[in-house]
Antibody, heavy 124, light 108 residues
Framework: EVQLVQSGAEVKKPGESLKISCKGS????????IGWVRQMPGKGLEWMGV????????RYSPSFQGQVTISADKAISTAYMHWSTLKASDSAMYYC?????????????????WGQGTLVTVSS | EIVLTQSPGTLSLSPGERATLSCRAS???????LAWYQQKPGQAPRLLFY???SRATGIPDRFSGSGSGTDFTLTISRLEPEDFAVYYC?????????FGGGTKVEIK
């Protein structure tokens, strides 16, 4: 069974750093792109970026380029999202999701499996 | 960037009724690379359709997807209590993935 299990909720202060995680199991973690999606409170879904865990090739949405860093540790089948300096506007639910295509080349695709989400709250 | 506009924003219907949700793209979505997701409160989105009309695993056949080019439709033939949720479309015809703003299907 394919599963993506995300790290727990976080409460941080503005200016702090944060790294959240997404651990995949039940499939070949290194050969599927993993994406991150933001959902601000009461709002819709926004694609942030993707990573190919096999070699850590990464693509970002222009809206999030330079704002976050996506990484992966294939040895432990885990992808990460990192913020170096959090802002209150980063408060949101963050989902990781698997792209539904097993292919090294980056091709935009749909997400077939989703993590349960990580709620990030940034408040002074 | 392909902008997806979903309408209506909210659909108020009773169980057993038919629901028709629209997703309109600002430019043609190549090869009907459009997906639909369902999101219930407190849950992650769930894939319903890809390729505009291909049902994902385990999705009941009361759900159907159709459309091409710039106009796509998700239809629920007879609403069941568990179908009341928010539905999102997503295009993957361009390298910048985008989602629509969502349609909430609520109980009337």
């Amino acid at each position: 069974e394919v599963q993506l299990v995300q790290s727990g909720a976080e409460v941080k202060k503005p200016g702090e750093s944060l790294k959240i995680s997404c651990k995949g199991s039940g499939y070949s973690f290194t050969t599927y792109w993993i994406g991150w999606v933001r959902q601000m409170p009461g709002k819709g879904l926004e694609w942030m970026g993707v990573i190919y865990p096999g070699d850590s090739d990464t693509r970002y949405s222009p809206s999030f380029q330079g704002q976050v860093t996506i990484s992966a540790d294939k040895a432990i089948s885990t992808a990460y999202m990192h913020w170096s300096t959090l802002k209150a506007s980063d408060s949101a639910m963050y989902y990781c999701a698997r792209l539904g295509l097993e292919r090294r080349r980056w091709d935009p695709y749909y997400f077939d499996y989703w993590g349960q989400g990580t709620l990030v709250t940034v408040s002074s | 960037e392909i902008v997806l506009t979903q309408s209506p924003g909210t659909l108020s219907l009773s169980p057993g009724e038919r629901a028709t949700l629209s997703c309109r793209a600002s430019q043609s979505v190549s090869s009907s690379f459009l997906a639909w997701y369902q999101q219930k409160p407190g849950q992650a989105p769930r894939l319903l359709f890809y390729g505009a009309s291909s049902r994902a695993t385990g999705i009941p056949d009361r759900f159907s997807g159709s459309g091409s080019g710039t106009d796509f439709t998700l239809t629920i033939s007879r609403l069941e209590p568990e179908d009341f949720a928010v539905y999102y479309c997503q295009q993957y015809g361009s390298s910048l993935l985008t989602f629509g703003g969502g349609t909430k299907v609520e109980i009337k």
